[in-house]
């Protein structure tokens, strides 16, 4: 079985331009987290999406939106890049009938804005 | 002061040596998770705990609920455990993961 899938790997953007990242979950997996990662630093968590709504959100600027497909997949897309949104961004995946509590991680998408 | 801290940032040990890597935490957690993280960016979860101990293969993981203080150990270690390892947490009714910082962790032959 896939595990969580993300395009793209990476990515190159200059600042003001838009992006859209993908994530496929696990198949069976209703539940989608999206986090941020900046070099040298811990995830941040952005979105949680759960049977296509929006059930928790970290503190990120509205430019920072996402949503989630009838199929569970999920996009996040950032406005108005700044080079501060150069991270990896990670998807995560879970089910509520899987082990409780646990996620599975995707190979992250790397962004650089210049 | 962050939700979950991890401690040391950084670790440099020789082949066989034994490891130990702190995580603490403020809140109240449903679950602790223990992550690795390659260069290149993959993570990989190692384990998840909401008491006690858990074991696989070389790694050890324990968690002290009441000291909110979780340890992640590596035996017998080798150059290719070296890795960033996180530690995060799932407070009690939410659904995200705070993590700490990580423990950059760099085993020399």
């Known amino acids: 079985d896939a595990g969580v899938t993300q395009s793209p790997t990476h990515l190159i953007k200059t600042r003001g331009q838009q992006v859209t990242l993908r994530c496929s979950p696990i198949s069976g997996h209703k539940s989608v987290s999206w986090y941020q990662q900046v070099l040298g630093q811990g995830p941040q968590f952005i979105f949680q999406?759960?049977?296509?709504?929006?059930?928790g959100r970290g503190n990120f600027p509205d430019r920072f939106s996402a949503r989630q497909f009838p199929n569970y997949s999920s996009e996040l897309n950032v406005n108005a890049l700044l080079l501060g949104d150069s991270a990896l961004y990670l998807c995560?995946?879970?089910?509520?009938?899987?082990?409780?509590?646990?996620?599975?991680f995707g190979p992250g998408t790397r962004l650089l804005v210049l | 002061k962050n939700e979950v801290e991890q401690s040391p940032q950084n670790l440099t040990a020789q082949e066989g040596e034994f490891i130990t890597i702190n995580c603490s935490y403020s809140?109240?957690?449903?679950?602790l998770h223990w992550l690795q993280q390659h260069p290149g960016g993959g993570i990989v979860s190692l384990f998840m705990?909401?008491?006690g101990k858990k074991k696989h293969g070389r790694l050890i993981a324990t968690i002290n609920i009441q000291e909110k203080h979780s340890s992640l150990h590596i035996t017998a270690s080798h150059p290719r455990d070296s890795a960033v390892y996180i530690c995060a947490v799932r407070s009690k009714g939410a659904q995200k993961l705070v993590f700490g910082q990580g423990t950059r962790l760099t085993i020399n032959p």
């Open positions: 995560a995946s879970s089910s509520p009938t899987g082990t409780p509590g646990a996620q599975y």
């Open positions: 705990l909401s008491s």
């Open positions: 999406y759960y049977e296509k709504e929006e059930r």
């Open positions: 809140v109240g957690i449903s679950a």
